[in-house]
């Protein structure tokens, strides 16, 4: 089970060890963005939400953050709070480990000897060029707040990977 939340946790050290750092100078304006996703109806969470620029493809900053058990996220950029103002696709995937293998080491410890990994969320969600989320962030508001349903649960089989 060590690398179930790999994606979990390496996004969550991302924003949590930027925000450590000073903020870059070329960092534009932030304002607060707050997005809940649900997936047919229901909360989704551990996924993960990017905020793709439709305005300046050469963006150096993506705002990103993933869901909460809730489904919500407040967006973060560069470890910050919010998103630069602008017009922006929003992507969204979570892809989970499964059929996942046991053997017992020489311990008596359980480890991973095989897994598959599976898209949990329709891919024309997760591709920047197919998705028909949207969301723009104006300096206007003081809070962004926007609500996106992403479909069905699927179970689309991405690779297999060995523990």
């Known amino acids: 089970m060590k690398y179930k939340y790999f994606l979990f946790v390496s996004v969550l050290l991302f924003v949590i060890g930027c925000g450590d750092s000073p903020r870059p100078k070329d960092l534009p304006p932030l304002f607060l963005c707050t997005i809940t996703v ?15 620029t439709q305005e300046n493809n050469t963006a150096k900053y993506t705002p990103v953050a993933m869901t909460g058990s809730d489904g919500k996220v407040i967006v973060s950029t560069y470890g910050f709070s919010g998103a630069p103002a602008g017009k922006y696709k929003v992507v969204v995937s979570k892809n989970i480990e499964d059929d996942i293998v046991y053997k017992t080491n020489a311990d008596g410890e359980q480890e991973i000897v095989t897994y598959k990994t599976y898209r949990t969320v329709e891919k024309i969600f997760s591709n920047t060029e197919t998705t028909p989320l949207e969301i723009e962030i104006t300096p206007k508001n ?5 609500t996106f ?6 179970k689309e ?3 297999n990977q060995s523990g």
């Open 38 to 52: 649900t997936q047919d109806g229901k909360p989704l969470s551990d996924a993960v939400v990017k905020l793709v």
């Open 157 to 159: 089989f991405l690779s």
């Open 142 to 146: 003081k809070n962004t707040e926007k």
């Open 149 to 154: 349903d992403v479909g069905k649960p699927a």
